[in-house]
């Protein structure tokens, strides 16, 4: 019997959700060796479940999850740190917005490339009309290691889905790890459409505003219906997976 099949069923499917959100960030090419974070909320505890440190995310098991609570003391005997830098953002948003049980944070390219921008993400693409109407920005600090840059990502989050730490990287929430996950790849495509468009040299076409608000109200019905961002593919994300490596789930 392994270690996340004598757990409660609840904790037990969540290590293996956010497990298999780290082997998928790793598929998709969003890891940042070990450097960047996903988190999940564990329910009717003041806890959440994050990577072990210096653990590749394409390693990540259900049992090597680090548990520790809003202060950062870990919670379960592991031979395993947890990154502070991790622990600064993840716990500030955990703490401030109760509704975001996944949080997920990256660093690619082209992710870093638009938070460079004034401008930050523009409406040029159909990828961007599921980003844009929930998106918001926090401006550099530093490494994310001082507590008191926790208010101040709280509140530029707001009650926005998706956040652009400016010259950092990029970061979106959801309910499930399925939707956080999903959102990211929304505002990851934006960002590396993006930076393609640009490439080009020549004048890029804006969508505007009422078809963007009418072309996400459409979008975000549909979702509604079918359950949620996530609930359409991530079954089918989990059988990638299974078909590559089904170790995400051990």
């Given amino acids: 019997m392994n270690a996340s099949s004598m757990l409660a069923p609840t904790e037990a499917e969540l290590r293996r959700d956010l497990a298999a959100a780290y082997r998928l960030t790793a598929l998709y090419g969003w890891d940042d060796l070990v450097a960047t974070h996903i988190s999940v909320r564990l329910p009717e505890e003041d806890a959440f479940l994050i990577n072990p440190f210096g653990m590749l995310f394409e390693e990540i098991r259900p049992a090597d999850l680090v548990k520790v609570d809003m ?12 990154n502070l830098a991790g622990f600064v953002i993840h716990s500030a948003i955990h703490a401030g917005r109760h509704d975001a049980k996944c949080v997920l944070h990256t660093h690619t390219a082209a992710g870093i490339a638009v938070a460079t921008q004034r401008a930050g993400l523009l409406p040029i693409s159909q990828h961007s009309l599921f980003v844009l109407t929930s998106l918001s920005y926090h401006d550099y600090e530093g490494p994310a290691l001082n507590d008191e840059e926790k208010p101040r990502l709280v509140k530029d989050l ?5 956040l ?21 790849y929304y505002l990851e495509s934006s960002c590396a459409i ?3 468009g640009q490439s080009g040299g020549g004048e ?7 078809v963007m608000d009418a072309g996400y109200a459409a979008a975000n019905t549909e979702q509604a219906r079918r359950g949620g961002q ?14 590559r490596d089904p170790s995400y789930k051990n």
């Fill in 230 to 243: 996530g609930k359409l593919v991530w079954p089918g994300l989990l059988r990638r997976l299974d078909r």
């Fill in 71 to 82: 202060e950062g003391r870990v919670l379960e005997p592991t031979p395993w740190a947890v």
């Fill in 194 to 196: 993006q930076v393609r």
């Fill in 204 to 210: 890029l076409i804006s969508i505007p505003k009422e």
């Fill in 158 to 162: 707001g009650d926005t889905n998706s």
């Fill in 164 to 184: 652009i730490l400016r010259n950092h990287g990029l970061l979106t929430v959801g309910q499930e790890v399925a939707d956080a996950w999903v959102r990211m």
